[in-house]
Nanobody
Framework: VQLQASGGGLVQAGGSLRLSCAARGTFFSINAMGWYRQAPGKQRELVAR???????NYADSVKGRFTISRDNAKNMVYLQMNSLKPEDTAVYYC?????????????????WGQGTQVTVSS
């Protein structure tokens, strides 16, 4: 399973960006999908997560500004980021839990995308 993220970039404070992530490969289902971020010198943190039945949860710091959504038919997850702040600057990583077979064992496995840089200037 490969996750391909796109949509990062440079934006001024108050602006918006939309991240997209596509899950490719062979799997039975994609369960939870989400976005994490890691700023320089900081640990990776959860930004938003969405389950297969569209239940969502967000980091307190992004509630009311970011919206996560998914298209199950396309195996894609999106993160709409509005009212961006300089403290949102980080590398954003797509994450997914896929039910698939690895080395003959069918199970839920966690996968990560390559990361996309989001920079918010003040």
């Amino acid at each position: 399973v490969q996750l391909q993220a796109s949509g990062g970039g440079l934006v001024q404070a108050g602006g918006s960006l939309r991240l997209s992530c596509a899950a490719r490969g062979t799997f039975f289902s994609i369960n939870a999908m989400g976005w994490y971020r890691q700023a320089p010198g900081k640990q990776r943190e959860l930004v938003a997560r969405i389950t297969s039945d569209a239940s969502t949860n967000y980091a307190d710091s992004v509630k009311g500004r970011f919206t996560i959504s998914r298209d199950n038919a396309k195996n894609m997850v999106y993160l709409q980021m509005n009212s961006l702040k300089p403290e949102d600057t980080a590398v954003y990583y797509c994450n997914a839990v896929a039910n698939t077979v690895v080395r003959g064992l069918r199970h839920d496995y966690e996968y990560w995308g390559q990361g996309t840089q989001v920079t918010v200037s003040s």
